[in-house]
């Protein structure tokens, strides 16, 4: 950031500066202090915020247009969005204390839905990666499986990681637990159970790989350059794509 302004939810000019960026306070009124930073030249967003905690961040990187809703039921979480020139229309709704939702730069959705639930735990977004809509990210199930014989809770939470450069298409939910690797693409509709090898191809419900070795790019034809660019961007050494 050229210039960050940190400003504090519990002050009242704080709060009306927040609103002139289009980031509004919902919910009743809190005297707990939380922070949101952004630059001083980014954009408009259009953004609320509901504050139930404390000792909670925001961080919106210059540039970075948001739509939604970020909701902290807890304190010490910290959400932050990385610099992009794509618009991004996320929810972001944290259940519990000290975790965090990290978007890398350059990333993009037209809706996505992400459930950060359970002490500590994260999800994470890499750089340029491209959301479509109605996707759900989720690092908890909601509710608790118990093992009767062991009185044991079987699923736990657990973080969710999406690597750089990762397509994902219509409706697609990743459940906790899953790696989804560098460069790959998740068909619409998918349920996302288990982690995914990089530079992959896969839909189903639950998902399954349906070829290995491919990526994509934004452009819907993209040129012989743009594909030469793909291909440096994924294997800089160019030892992995050899024909």
Do not use: Y
Request: aromatic fraction near 4%; proline fraction near 7%; charged fraction near 20%.
């Amino acid at each position: 950031m050229q210039e960050p302004r940190v400003l504090h939810t519990n002050k009242p000019d704080d709060a009306a500066a927040l609103a002139d960026k289009g980031i509004l306070l919902v919910g009743a009124p809190s005297f707990k202090p939380n922070q949101v930073i952004v630059d001083a030249a980014s954009p408009p967003q259009n953004l609320r915020l509901a504050f139930h905690g404390e000792g909670n961040t925001v961080i919106i990187g210059p540039q970075t247009r948001v739509k939604g809703e970020f909701s902290f039921a807890g304190d010490g979480n910290l959400a932050v969005i990385g610099q992009s020139p794509h618009a991004l229309q996320c929810k972001l709704t944290f259940r519990r204390s000290n975790s965090a939702a990290f978007f890398g730069e350059n990333c993009s959705s037209n809706a996505i839905d992400c459930l950060i639930e359970g002490d500590g735990r994260s999800l994470c977004v890499g750089d340029d990666c491209m959301f479509s809509w109605g996707i759900q990210l989720r690092t908890s199930d909601s509710h608790g499986i118990i093992d009767l014989a062991e009185r044991t809770q079987i699923n736990k939470p657990e973080n969710v990681i999406i690597g750089p450069h990762v397509w994902i298409a219509a409706d697609v939910i990743i459940m906790k637990g899953v790696h989804v690797g560098k460069g790959s693409v998740v068909g619409a509709r998918s349920l996302v159970t288990k982690p995914v090898p990089p530079l992959s191809l896969i839909a189903g419900s639950p998902a399954r790989i349906l070829r290995s070795g491919v990526s994509w790019t934004r452009d819907s034809q993209p040129s012989e350059r743009s594909i030469e660019m793909l291909l440096a961007t994924l294997d800089p050494h160019g030892m992995s794509f050899t024909a």
